[in-house]
């Protein structure tokens, strides 16, 4: 039984803008994906940073082995858009780009160590969280949420906060989905759902790429390098990071009867072996794993039939405007 404990903030998302928010608890840093249920992430369209506290911390896991975790030991967390009510069970979740660092499969440390400075060991927005606390930041324009608040991340929030968040730049075209939705034009995903609802109104996962292995690994113990000025360990352990998220996805939408669509894709600049003509986009092939299995994974659960799923693996291209 979960005891759900209600807390209420006020939230200034503009100066002239306030919000009274009322949910659950949380671990001080962003809503605990442990004891996050469905029914209290209750905002279409609104984002909720899940966080999985690391064992022996507040709320943490006590699975001493097999829990998610970024690559620098900081903790896993995901991003959850609910969708509107009438179209809150089909789920599309993306797989964030990132190369895989391995000693075995780069010949030389140069290569290795480039990779590392390169790949990102934890979160996108993890940086934030450590500046911010459970307070709220502020620009010259807006005054910003915690990444933890009550009632999840308004969508203008996202939209005013991407740079600080995501750390997104003029020269970095391999942004998350929902924010290609408004910053390009009319792509794929628009398609997804015909003329029976909009996609913009479906759930939305997004799964960041923080262990450099294309959400594969599944190491229980560090892999130790030395050369390196940016790191010395690194933890491979991306499978137990997205079968945590399988595991939250089951759980909330088992009750619900399961989920009526579910799309799983690669987005972005994906992968880790840079195309033949080495111009710099990799291949899409070996991080696209984790978009087949995690949909062949739902399935097995029982919470998405096969003929409801659909995996796209053509990760490397679709970040492409003309895609």
């Given at each position: 039984?979960?005891?759900?404990?209600?807390?209420?903030?006020?939230?200034?998302?503009?100066?002239?803008?306030?919000?009274?928010?009322?949910?659950?608890p949380?671990?001080?840093?962003?809503?605990?994906?442990?004891?996050?249920p469905?029914?209290?992430?209750?905002?279409?369209?609104t984002?909720?940073?899940?966080?999985?506290?690391?064992?022996g911390?507040?709320?943490?896991?006590?699975?001493?082995?097999?829990?998610p975790?970024?690559?620098?030991?900081?903790?896993?967390?995901?991003?959850?858009?609910?969708?509107?009510?009438?179209?809150?069970?089909?789920?599309i979740?993306?797989?964030?780009?990132?190369?895989?660092?391995?000693?075995?499969?780069?010949?030389?440390?140069d290569?290795?160590?480039?990779?590392v400075?390169n790949?990102?060991?934890?979160?996108?927005?993890?940086?934030?969280?450590?500046?911010?606390?459970?307070?709220?930041?502020?620009?010259?324009?807006?005054?910003?949420?915690?990444?933890?608040?009550?009632?999840?991340?308004?969508?203008?929030?996202?939209?005013?906060g991407?740079?600080?968040?995501?750390?997104?730049n003029e020269?970095?075209?391999?942004?998350?989905?929902?924010?290609?939705?408004?910053?390009?034009?009319?792509?794929?995903?628009?398609f997804?759902?015909?003329?029976?609802?909009?996609?913009?109104d479906?759930?939305?996962?997004?799964?960041?790429?923080?262990?450099?292995?294309?959400?594969?690994?599944?190491?229980?113990?560090?892999?130790?390098?030395?050369?390196?000025?940016?790191a010395?360990?690194?933890?491979?352990?991306?499978?137990?990071?997205?079968?945590a998220?399988l595991?939250?996805?089951?759980?909330q939408f088992?009750?619900?009867?399961?989920?009526?669509?579910?799309?799983?894709?690669?987005?972005?600049?994906?992968?880790?072996?840079?195309?033949?003509?080495?111009d710099?986009?990799p291949?899409?092939?070996?991080?696209?794993?984790?978009?087949?299995?995690f949909?062949?994974?739902?399935?097995?659960?029982?919470?998405?039939?096969?003929?409801?799923?659909?995996?796209?693996?053509?990760?490397?291209?679709?970040?492409?405007?003309?895609?």
């Open positions: 039984m979960i005891l759900l404990v209600h807390c209420f903030v006020l939230m200034l998302i503009s100066p002239f803008h306030w919000v009274h928010a009322q949910s659950i949380n671990n001080g840093r962003l809503l605990n994906a442990y004891n996050a469905l029914t209290e992430l209750t905002s279409p369209k984002y909720y940073f899940l966080e999985f506290p690391l064992p911390t507040p709320g943490g896991s006590s699975n001493a082995w097999e829990f975790m970024c690559a620098d030991e900081s903790p896993f967390s995901f991003i959850f858009r609910r969708g509107t009510d009438a179209h809150l069970k089909k789920l979740v993306e797989f964030e780009g990132g190369p895989a660092c391995t000693r075995d499969v780069d010949a030389d440390s290569t290795f160590c480039d990779c400075s790949g990102k060991r934890r979160t996108d927005w993890y940086n934030y969280t450590l500046k911010q606390g459970t307070g709220v930041g502020s620009s010259s324009e807006y005054t910003f949420p915690s990444l933890g608040i009550c009632t999840g991340v308004p969508p203008g929030f996202i939209r005013q991407e740079e600080i968040i995501f750390g997104k020269d970095r075209d391999d942004v998350p989905l929902f924010l290609r939705w408004e910053n390009k034009k009319r792509g794929w995903w628009n997804l759902s015909g003329d029976v609802s909009d996609v913009d479906w759930s939305y996962i997004f799964v960041p790429h923080c262990t450099l292995d294309w959400h594969l690994g599944r190491q229980t113990t560090p892999a130790i390098f030395t050369g390196c000025p940016d010395t360990t690194l933890h491979h352990r991306g499978g137990f990071n997205v079968e998220v595991d939250w996805v089951t759980n088992s009750p619900l009867g399961g989920l009526d669509a579910l799309v799983t894709v690669s987005g972005g600049k994906l992968g880790g072996c840079l195309s033949s003509n080495n710099g986009i291949t899409s092939s070996a991080s696209s794993i984790a978009s087949l299995t949909a062949q994974d739902a399935s097995s659960e029982g919470i998405i039939p096969r003929s409801s799923a659909l995996a796209i693996m053509d990760g490397a291209s679709l970040w492409h405007d003309d895609v």
